[in-house]
């Protein structure tokens, strides 16, 4: 598939059709080119099309798990948060990071990255962009590191302005994720329980 077609359907599958933004587009693009970028060390990359994740895989429950109306509330819940989270980037031990696009966030300032964990918390991350909030993630209150990767990163065409882990932006959700799926899984509960 050619560059420009391959970005098109990311864009339709991860972002439903929103414009991917400029350092995850060079993050894609290095990945799927073999290049490669350095957060790929560091076990997180780009979302392949069609890789399920966290929040949408459930392939690992048994027949006694989907007959729990408390578990199946939550993996009910984690698959309605994928209409507010959009998720484009997944760490090796299944942590995922992406987009806060509840209709409640401003529209205004570019949407906040969002880290979901193996224990199903929604976690906003420091930094206005992917690369940022991974890099914090990666090199937290290592100010080498974060310099490391952060000379790594311009050199692939993505600026941090940032110059160490303690700069990134604090950003805010409105609403915040972690009441969002709290709200959501109450209401699944209360479904399959009535």
């Known amino acids: 598939m050619v560059r420009g077609e391959r970005l098109a359907a990311f864009s339709r599958e991860r972002?439903?059709?929103?414009?991917?933004p400029e350092d995850l587009r060079i993050l894609a693009t290095a990945q799927w080119e073999g290049t490669g970028h350095p957060f790929q060390r560091f076990g997180i990359t780009v979302l392949e099309p069609g890789e399920r994740y966290l929040l949408t895989?459930?392939?690992?429950l048994t027949e006694q798990d989907r007959q729990d109306p408390d578990i199946m509330a939550t993996c009910a819940a984690f698959e309605r948060m994928t209409e507010y989270l959009k998720v484009v980037a997944v760490h090796e031990d299944g942590l995922c990071f992406g987009y806060w696009t509840h209709p409640r966030q401003r529209q205004d300032v570019p949407p906040p990255v969002v880290m979901v964990d193996t224990e199903g918390s929604f976690l906003v991350q420091a930094g206005r962009t992917l690369s940022e909030a991974c890099l914090g993630e990666i090199a937290y209150e290592d100010d080498g590191l974060f310099t490391e990767v952060a000379e790594e990163l311009a050199r692939l065409g993505i600026p941090v302005a940032a110059r160490?882990?303690?700069?990134?932006?604090?950003?805010?959700a409105d609403p915040a994720p972690e009441d969002v799926v709290e709200e959501l899984y109450r209401a699944e509960l209360e479904r399959r329980t009535a």
Do not use: K, Q
């Open 15 to 20: 972002l439903d059709g929103a414009a991917v």
């Open 57 to 60: 895989d459930h392939g690992y």
């Open 164 to 172: 160490f882990w303690a700069d990134l932006a604090e950003v805010v």
